[in-house]
């Protein structure tokens, strides 16, 4: 397994009506209780199992470094829903810049909860043009938005923020 790979981002894009209990516990235990809430998981068995559980619900790929600082310095929130900055980063942890927050956190050498206060959770809009055109009852081999989208995660997150 590369180190690139080691970070998931999964983004929830169906809602809260109509999900089984055992499906809506899983989902609550990542923390996407809402759509288009996005975390990022490590690359562990049972992480893996979880995501094979809600993949209904879910769309998910590994995460680029490029990404992840654009939706660090974007969509990250600090306590009080204070915007994640430079200045913060700085502050609240060893790392200086988000840049650096960013690549330490792909490289697997820090977490989330490194950060004094960061939400584990970023709140993305709805995707710019929408989702594909099979919708999001369809996977995304037959052409919707659910399921394994491996690289190509890095565009919809892009779109969304």
């Not at 990404?67 to 929130?77: C, D, N, P």
């Not at 490194?114 to 369809?138: C, M, S, T, Y």
């Amino acid at each position: 397994m590369a180190e690139k790979e080691s970070k998931l981002a999964i983004v929830r894009i169906r809602g809260r009506v109509h999900v089984r209990g055992g499906i809506e516990d899983t989902l609550r235990m990542l923390n996407l209780t809402r759509k288009n809430h996005c975390v990022l998981l490590d690359k562990t068995p049972v992480n893996q199992g979880m995501i094979h559980k809600i993949n209904d619900y879910i769309t998910w790929g590994e995460l680029s470094e490029k990404t992840l600082v654009k939706m660090l310095s974007e969509r990250g929130r600090l306590a009080g829903n204070e915007k994640l900055s430079d200045e913060n980063i700085n502050k609240a942890s060893k790392h200086k810049t988000i840049k650096d927050f960013a690549k330490t956190l792909l490289e697997g050498k820090s977490k989330i909860s490194d950060v004094a206060g960061l939400k584990p959770v970023f709140r993305l809009k709805p995707p710019e043009k929408g989702f594909e055109r099979g919708g999001i009852k369809k996977s995304f081999p037959v052409g919707g938005a659910l399921g394994y989208r491996g690289e190509k995660i890095n565009d919809l997150i892009e779109r969304m923020l």
